[in-house]
């Protein structure tokens, strides 16, 4: 039912956390803010799913668990405490592009339109519900939304025209445009828009900051607070946004950080 465990930049940790009768309430300290943590298990033992953003320095670091308060999950039920793991190095490969030279150098007016849209998906991102498809989900791995060669993968650090820019956040498959994707777990929509470097976008929500996004869609057929299950289709594949042809762009993220797709996928 897990992801694959891998201790680096943009991968995941699963921590155990022991016995207790209730879900204790896990924190993951990134900048200057304490982000939930997804929590999962039974009364004989609870595991943290950590998500590890990919500008994470490799070393030593921690979550903080709270146990839960009697008469619920989460909450201040007795002394907080802290469980340690270590966060490896990894080295990305390059990936040199050539896009539309206005998605590069942007103008006043789309780099206005890129800020607010940037400020808005910073609140979906920080989405953190318990159970958004009215269940609890039985595993974390995830279905391939699309069938597709993968064409440019997790983690690279992608040169646009010859300018740097930050590393690739998600997994891109390579498909026709309409081809249609599907839900890779039970979700509710959260977000649906038309973005300057995504093109049209869906956000899904499958609980406890387990987030995922597909983006270049040429078509959206869903809107906020639908809710999906494991297999349906809710949008095409398509170019829009940045792109250098018709591919979708998957997206997972856990306590509001990207992490590589391949590791929800099963092997």
């Not at 609890?136 to 440019?152: D, E, I, K, T």
């Not at 996004?213 to 398509?238: N, P």
Request: charged share 15%; net charge neutral; proline share 9%.
């Amino acid at each position: 039912m897990w992801p694959q465990a891998l201790q680096v930049p943009g991968g995941v940790a699963r921590l155990s956390l022991g016995p207790a009768a209730m879900r204790p309430a896990v924190q993951v300290r990134q900048g200057d803010a304490d982000v939930p943590v997804l929590v999962t298990g039974d009364a004989i033992e609870w595991t943290a799913v950590v998500g590890i953003a990919l500008a994470a320095v490799p070393g030593d670091t921690q979550v903080t668990v709270q146990p839960a308060a009697a008469g619920g999950a989460g909450g201040a039920g007795g002394a907080a405490r802290t469980v340690p793991f270590s966060i490896a190095p990894k080295r990305y490969a390059e990936q040199q592009l050539k896009v539309s030279p206005r998605t590069v150098d942007l103008s006043p007016e789309d780099q206005a339109r890129y800020e607010r849209e940037r400020d808005h998906q910073a609140v979906v991102m920080a989405t953190f519900s318990e159970q958004p498809a009215g269940v609890a989900l039985p595993s974390l791995q995830m279905r391939v939304p699309v069938p597709g060669r993968r064409s440019s993968s997790f983690g690279l650090r992608r040169v646009f025209n010859g300018q740097p820019r930050n590393p690739h956040s998600g997994m891109d498959i390579a498909a026709a445009t309409g081809t249609p994707v599907v839900a890779p777990l039970p979700a509710r929509v959260i977000d649906v828009g038309d973005y300057f470097f995504n093109g049209g976008t869906v956000w899904l929500d499958h609980g406890q900051g387990l987030l995922s996004m597909y983006c270049h869609l040429s078509r959206m057929d869903v809107q906020v607070g639908d809710v999906l299950q494991a297999g349906d289709a809710f949008c095409k594949v398509g170019a829009t946004g940045r792109v250098t042809g018709p591919h979708l762009h998957w997206g997972v993220m856990l306590n509001r950080t990207m992490v590589d797709p391949a590791l929800f996928v099963p092997a």
